[in-house]
């Protein structure tokens, strides 16, 4: 993998400190310094560096940018004061559902396996547990027979062959109403009140603010993200992306223009959409070579550098 010869993202998601728990492939402040530095804080272009050369297609193949997904507040409180001791700006797509009184369950549900279970496998444990005493323990039973892990999400190898069943049982046998069933079981069993963990997982309309105000970009990532948005019609897309522009248009007062496919989920639809709203660059999130389109640029996930680190 190493060095990769096409300008790219690099993706971010969780970070740790004292306050957050350090779940699966969160890193604290001196891991994200230690990857800085061994990726060359000078091939990392600003924010809007980056944004101006994509748009002219003057990107160059070592240059680099950082982006944060999911408006998480550990982001905002850990890597944030990395980025400020190096003088660089990221990309920050934010998704606005929770900033408007609703939760994403996946983000408490990612909390709970961290808080609630020693290990990854043993709330995975707890998971076949709870499924194997719910109404859809056959259809699991049967669905599940025949799989491979080998062959399910090949692209991410940084996957356990448990964490490949666990995403094959939440996205492709179960889907959302059921699967929310049973991780609400879990929730409930472990005591925790998802409303109470809101302020401790996302940021707040401040934060944004404050963001916006140090040079940072904040982008489109939909208003509820939806894990299969590029499956959905064009009007349903296109509410999506029209509300989560709203949010951050009524907060730094201009119109988004970048933006990260949720999930890695878009089709041509959601790209006339980004057209329509004047949406200049747009993310994928891996390095799968793609026919080039501003509305595909690669990313890397900041787990396989993390890895390349260990490594040496
Ligand atoms: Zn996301």
Redesign the pocket.
Known sequence: MSVASVPHGVMF?HFWDQRHPAGQGAINADDLARMLRHLGPDRILSAEAWLERAVEERLEPHHLCLTF??ALLCQYEVAAPVLADFGLTAFW?I?SSVFEGHLRKMEVYRYLRTVAYPTVDDFYDNFERALARSRYADMAAKATVDFDPGRYLAEFPFYTDADRRFRFLRDRVLGHDPFEEIMDSLVERAGLQAEELRHLLWMEDSHLRALDAHGHILGL?SYT?FTTLGEMSYDQQKREYLANRRHLMALTGHAPLAM?H??NSYNQDTVAILEELGVKIGFR?NMERRPSSRFELPRQDHALIMAELEDR
Request: hydrophobic letters at 20%; proline letters at 9%; a negative charge.
């Open positions: 998601h997904d999911d797509f998704y990532h993200h990260a949720p999930c999130s």
